[in-house]
């Protein structure tokens, strides 16, 4: 996966360090640790941790492990759209090498999903939208102009006020 994006030092091989919990790249010059500053660039930052997560939900799913077969990204391309970029995350205006880049990642997770057979989800929340057919055939909501993850009609305007329990949605009490 890693060799698909393609990222730094990943054409030697690449793994998962159990014992440093970290990602490890093989190199003609050694071992290249992520936690120690040896893998940098925010491609390969968000990439590395990108195909860690999706070879463990392949290990589960392939060894039939007691894993929940979801995982949840919240802004993949955010080392795209660092805090002082002026494009307020869209990415029509990112270069052509970061809007590539983050298709890159969005195609991964995409083709990740296929490949499992419906044994795998991914929500991603972003900023990212693409025109792909593949790309837009997987959006499920878009959050603009007052729509949300968690409507306003489920809190009260008071910031200690709590919903009440019937308002998480149909079924939710139904436990």
């Not at 463990?56 to 007691?66: A, D, G, K, S, V």
């Not at 995350?89 to 990740?112: C, E, F, I, W």
Request: proline share 7%; no cysteine; hydrophobic share 40%.
């Amino acid at each position: 996966m890693a060799q698909s994006l393609p990222l730094e030092h990943s054409d030697h091989g690449v793994r998962i360090d159990p014992y440093r919990l970290t990602v490890v790249a093989d190199t003609l010059h050694g071992p290249a640790y992520m936690d120690g500053g040896a893998i940098g660039s925010g491609m390969s930052w968000v990439g590395y941790h990108l195909t860690a997560y999706l070879a463990l939900q392949e290990y589960f799913i392939e060894m039939n492990r007691p894993v929940p077969r979801f995982i949840v990204f919240d802004q993949p391309s955010q080392a795209f759209f660092p805090r002082d970029r002026t494009t307020g995350g869209d990415v029509a205006k990112l270069s052509d090498t970061d809007r590539d880049n983050t298709r890159k990642l969005y195609k991964l997770m995409y083709n990740a999903v296929a490949q499992s057979e419906g044994r795998l989800q991914i929500i991603a929340f972003d900023h990212a939208d693409f025109s792909d057919p593949w790309f837009q055939e997987s959006i499920i909501e878009l959050w603009y102009d007052g729509t949300a993850l968690i409507p306003r009609e489920w809190y009260a305007t008071a910031p200690d006020a709590q919903p009440p329990l019937s308002a998480a949605g149909p079924g939710a009490n139904d436990a």
